[in-house]
């Protein structure tokens, strides 16, 4: 796959929190589509997948980054069923992530996505839960762990749910940051 452009960073955590903000010249409120995929092994042909899903969305269509985090370290440290994270034995996590300031822009950000997915196809083996994305099974994000977490959720809030196959009832993908202009 060509190259179409690389930006390398190295940032500290406020650098990173400014950078994810939008900097001083970032539009309050910002919307945008986010989604994510967890990839099992880095292959070549993973790789290929992330870069032709990041290249296939439209450089008129504003800004849209693919942030791919590694999955190793201490996050290895602990078993996958310990906790409700069950990717902790995976190459690298994929934040799909692109700003929608107008309709036309939501309805192509959500087409993005959802080709993006599909490039990564088998490479993925999940999604990461802090990018739920509407009518996806809670499953994707919680894997072998979701019968357990399931079963707790019952002990702990016995109430029941409409439906128990998704994590709430109108998942948040599509965001907007109401807090208005930073101070």
């Not at 992330?50 to 290249?55: C, E, F, G, H, Y």
């Not at 809030?157 to 196959?165: E, K, L, M, T, V």
Request: hydrophobic share 40%.
């Amino acid at each position: 796959v060509p190259t179409v452009g690389r930006t390398i960073r190295t940032l500290d955590h406020l650098g990173v929190v400014a950078y994810f903000g939008g900097g001083p010249d970032a539009v309050r409120p910002r919307a945008f589509v986010a989604g994510s995929d967890v990839v099992a092994r880095m292959t070549p042909a993973a790789a290929e997948s992330i870069v032709a899903a990041t290249s296939a969305w439209p450089r008129a269509g504003g800004a849209a980054t693919a942030v791919v985090e590694s999955l190793d370290g201490a996050i290895g440290d602990v078993d996958p069923a310990a906790t409700a994270f069950p990717w902790r034995r995976h190459a690298a996590s994929v934040q799909w992530y692109a700003e929608t300031p107008t309709p036309e822009l939501t309805d192509a950000a959500d087409r993005w996505l959802t080709a993006a997915h599909a490039a990564l196809g088998a490479h993925s083996a999940g999604g990461y839960v802090n990018y739920l994305e509407p009518s996806t099974p809670a499953v994707r994000y919680f894997g072998a762990n979701l019968p357990r977490l399931a079963a707790a959720r019952r002990r702990c809030d016995p109430r029941p749910c409409r439906r128990q196959d998704h994590l709430v009832e109108q998942p948040r993908s599509r965001q907007a940051d109401s807090r208005g202009p930073a101070a």
